[in-house]
């Protein structure tokens, strides 16, 4: 046993275990195949998903494209994980019963893809629990249920995509206002408001990340010459 559970709700929110290389090229293959789909939706030259970058598409265009719904991981990803990934038997062996939380919308898995370009700002999240999209939006955990977060880096050659603030899933107190935007009420972390200390993860392509729901972490800028892309699901388990 890898103790997860115990290290992500007791000891310092996160922990990074490592999958098979079969996992890693089947998920990065199905996610390739919704980039594909969708780029030819838009009449955009096909490329693989790591070279994305190098089509220059203008910010304006790349926000209008990449919306959640265009990054939601399809149903064919999700029978993936559920059924045939070595991820899901490390989860079940640790946690139990697991199942994917449906909350942004209630007919489809919290889990998608991101893009991150090199030296873009905007492609990252800042500052903020996971949780707290939940009290914003008043998103109820399901009786006797608990939720953590799953993430990995999918790309060829970085080893970075996340920071975390070790143990700040245990603090309660932490400053931050609600805004609106697309579509969902969204934490804003106030940086002036709070004392912390931030780690930048390692995480390799084959290492898979879990954290607590409430831990603070944020996307790293990418400053590498490659497309980042990385893979995030919520689920529930038994608490």
């Known amino acids: 046993m890898l103790r997860l559970k115990n290290t ?30 969708t780029l030819k939706e838009h009449k955009i030259k096909q ?15 790349h926000k209008k494209i990449w919306t959640r719904k265009n990054r939601v991981a399809s149903s064919k990803l999700i029978n993936y994980l ?26 489809k898995a919290d889990s998608y893809w991101r893009l991150v370009r090199p030296n873009k700002k905007k492609d990252v999240g800042p500052i903020h629990a ?11 955990i399901p009786k006797n249920k608990k939720v953590f977060k799953v993430w990995m880096l999918l790309s060829n050659k970085l080893d970075k ?7 700040s899933h245990i603090k309660k107190d932490w400053v931050y206002k609600r ?18 200390k931030i780690m930048n993860l390692k995480t390799p392509k084959g290492r898979i990340l879990i954290f607590n729901y409430g831990l603070l972490h944020s996307g790293l800028i990418n400053k590498s010459n490659e497309t980042r892309i990385s893979l995030e699901f919520s689920l529930y388990y038994k608490g």
């Open 8 to 37: 992500i709700e007791n000891e310092i929110g996160f922990r990074i275990f490592k999958t098979n290389k079969d996992d890693i090229i089947n998920i990065k293959n199905l996610i390739q195949e919704s980039f594909s789909k």
């Open 47 to 61: 490329c693989f998903i790591d070279d994305y970058h190098k089509l220059k598409i203008n910010d304006q265009l």
């Open 82 to 107: 559920k059924k045939k990934s070595y991820i899901f038997k490390v989860l079940k062996k640790e946690f139990g019963k697991i199942e994917f939380s449906k909350k942004v919308d209630n007919k």
């Open 130 to 140: 996971d949780e707290w999209f939940w009290n914003a939006n008043k998103w109820d």
């Open 161 to 167: 995509g996340l920071s975390v603030i070790p143990n």
């Open 179 to 196: 805004i609106f935007r697309d579509g969902i009420f969204k934490p804003k972390f106030a940086e002036d408001k709070n004392s912390y």
